[in-house]
């Protein structure tokens, strides 16, 4: 996950209040569970010193917010008073956590956020309903392509008694229509707006749609078998599989991760670290390429005066000019360290297990 959508979250001045937890709606009490979700969240930032303005801004974000569609965690930071960062999470959290400190806890956004903007088009025979979503999971614009072709639906034998066969007609206006969704989605590919494009609606739409794209759109193009164009038609499924897809592809991610970092760890090339002490000296020298983060626990690190200056020792930010050595949670200095760095951050699994709960492949050795 690419630092740059945590810029604004990092920017801010703290303290943070950090909470995660399961929004799912799919039960009749889905709204009662929501405010006695909130009202334990609350609890626990009070317990942490949490002020009234941070609350009643996290409060209104969560109990007035539109129910999630199907199952789905949420995950809010706010500084202030006002909310920083709003995110959908791919898989509830197991347990709702809640923190109150100097620095954003982010650990759980990297692990289940979605990494890219992508686009879900919505296609039939008429047009398309396109929607372009951001890697908050929040709906950032949607259009709709519809260039009026008709008809394009074979019509009876009573319907068209002496005027001769109507199918050639239907189907060269079926085409133009999916040509111009096809051209359309290939423009915004193009653009940069998104990536992937999840594609649903009947089988011969998505079939047609996908042989009208150019290659270039049609690799980064992702058929689903649930969902039709018709408003809310199997939304559940759709979102399920949207949530399934995008979690295999960091799953995929991490996959790459762990390759990447073993090949350097065999190499001895230094391009591989791991442990909070080499990979704070990494950190401070501006060389993380990709923080890699696993289970940090409880362990904390010092902080200097720059988000970078991070350390086990204080002689070594006393080395960097640094006046202040405050200890913090390293499981949020180390990722906004990394932040400020402009590295990539992965949450890894059991594919690494790395000495301490961090390692890092690097720019260069140091």
């Known amino acids: 996950?690419?630092?740059?959508?945590?810029?604004?979250?990092?920017?801010?001045?703290?303290?943070?209040?950090?909470?995660?937890?399961?929004?799912?709606?799919?039960?009749?009490?889905?709204?009662?569970?929501?405010?006695?979700?909130?009202?334990s969240l609350r609890e626990s930032l009070e317990e942490g010193g949490a002020p009234d303005g941070v609350l009643a801004a996290l409060e209104k974000a969560v109990l007035d917010s539109p129910p999630a569609v199907g199952r789905s965690g949420r995950g809010l930071i706010a500084a202030s008073d006002h909310v920083v960062l709003d995110v959908h999470l791919l898989r509830p959290p197991a347990q709702p956590e809640a923190r109150y400190s100097a620095m954003p806890y982010l650990v759980p956004v990297i692990e289940h956020a979605t990494a890219t903007p992508y686009l879900l088009v919505a296609v039939d025979h008429e047009g398309a309903d396109i929607s372009v979503r951001d890697t908050d999971g929040h709906l950032v614009r949607s259009e709709t392509v519809a260039r009026g072709e008709y008809p394009v639906h074979k019509a009876s034998s009573a319907e068209t008694a002496g005027y001769g066969d109507p199918q050639p007609a239907a189907e060269e206006a079926a085409r133009r229509n999916i040509a111009a969704v096809a051209d359309r989605v290939t423009e915004l590919v193009d653009d940069q707006v998104a990536d992937p494009v999840f594609v649903i609606g009947e089988i011969r739409s998505r079939s047609d749609l996908l042989d009208a794209l150019p290659e270039r759109a049609r690799d980064v193009a992702v058929p689903f078998e649930g969902g039709a164009r018709t408003a809310g038609a199997g939304a559940d499924v759709v979102e399920d599989e949207l949530d399934t897809e995008l979690a295999n592809r960091r799953l995929a991610v991490i996959d790459d991760a762990a390759e990447r970092f073993r090949a350097e760890s065999g190499r001895s090339s230094g391009l591989a670290v791991e442990g909070l002490g080499q990979v704070c000296a990494a950190l401070r020298a501006g060389s993380v390429d990709t923080l890699i983060v696993g289970d940090l626990g409880s362990?904390?690190?010092?902080?200097?005066?720059?988000?970078?200056?991070?350390?086990?020792?204080?002689?070594?930010?006393?080395?960097?000019?640094?006046?202040?050595?405050?200890?913090?949670?390293a499981d949020e200095a180390l990722p906004v360290a990394a932040i400020a760095n402009a590295s990539v951050l992965i949450r890894t699994d059991e594919r690494i297990v790395p000495t301490d709960g961090c390692a890092a492949l690097l720019r260069f050795a140091v």
């Open 1 to 39: 996950m690419h630092a740059e959508r945590f810029r604004r979250v990092v920017d801010a001045e703290g303290p943070f209040a950090s909470v995660y937890f399961d929004d799912s709606h799919v039960t009749e009490d889905a709204a009662k569970q929501r405010e006695l979700t909130w009202r």
């Open 299 to 329: 362990r904390t690190v010092l902080v200097g005066d720059e988000p970078t200056s991070v350390a086990t020792d204080p002689d070594k930010l006393s080395e960097f000019g640094s006046s202040q050595a405050v200890p913090q949670r």
